[in-house]
Nanobody, 118 residues
Framework: QVQLVESGGGLVQPGGSLRLSCAAS????????MGWYRQAPGKQREFVAT???????NYADSVKGRFTISRDNAKNTVYLQMNSLKPEDTAVYYC????????????WGQGTQVTVSS
């Protein structure tokens, strides 16, 4: 069974920074693309950033220049460094991975809350 576990969320003031981590575990052979998505109250889940196994990245326009996605393939972990946070970044952040495993598929973490408020 594959699990994705996020950590690093919390409360931060506008202009502050947070670093999210997401570690995958289980009977994993390889992890292809990994990404971060977020869902604010009353809104649909939206794309934030993705990264390929080779390190190519893609970002939503709303976070370009402020957020950085990275990964450590040896640790099956993806990160999201969030700088210059704004109140509109408040959401539950979810990790996603396209994982080749005993049961291959697209997996999601349970989410971690990020609140940007003074």
């Amino acid at each position: 069974q594959v699990q994705l576990v996020e950590s690093g969320g919390g409360l931060v003031q506008p202009g502050g920074s947070l670093r999210l981590s997401c570690a995958a575990s289980g009977s994993i052979f390889r992890i292809n693309d990994m990404g971060w998505y977020r869902q604010a109250p009353g809104k649909q889940r939206e794309f934030v950033a993705t990264i390929t196994r080779g390190g190519s990245t893609n970002y939503a326009d709303s976070v370009k220049g402020r957020f950085t996605i990275s990964r450590d393939n040896a640790k099956n972990t993806v990160y999201l460094q969030m700088n210059s946070l704004k109140p509109e970044d408040t959401a539950v952040y979810y990790c996603n991975g396209n994982i080749v495993a005993t049961v291959t598929g697209n997996y999601w973490g349970q989410g971690t809350q990020v609140t940007v408020s003074s």
